[in-house]
């Protein structure tokens, strides 16, 4: 049976101590249903002007499930999702 993906697009400006937890409770929850279901955590970080890069990138290499993107400039969260 071949497992449906699920993508959770997170925007993240200024996050460095909310991303690690989001990824770690996502990691739980999906646990359960991964006979099922396939997912992919993809940030999006708006040129944060704090570590949340660093600490999406570092989760992006420890986790295959996470992606990390940073954006050139800030473009606001609604164009994160696109």
Not at 31 to 46: A, H, K, V
């Amino acid at each position: 049976m071949k497992r449906r993906l699920i993508s959770f697009i997170v925007p993240v400006f200024n996050e460095e101590d909310n991303a690690g937890p989001l990824a770690a409770k996502l990691d739980e929850i999906m646990r359960p249903l991964s006979e099922r279901y396939d997912y992919e955590l993809i940030f999006t970080d708006n040129r944060s002007e704090d570590r949340t890069w660093e600490k999406i990138h570092e989760l992006a290499l420890k986790n295959h499930h996470v992606r990390a993107f940073r954006f050139s400039r800030n473009f606001g969260y609604q164009r994160s999702v696109l």
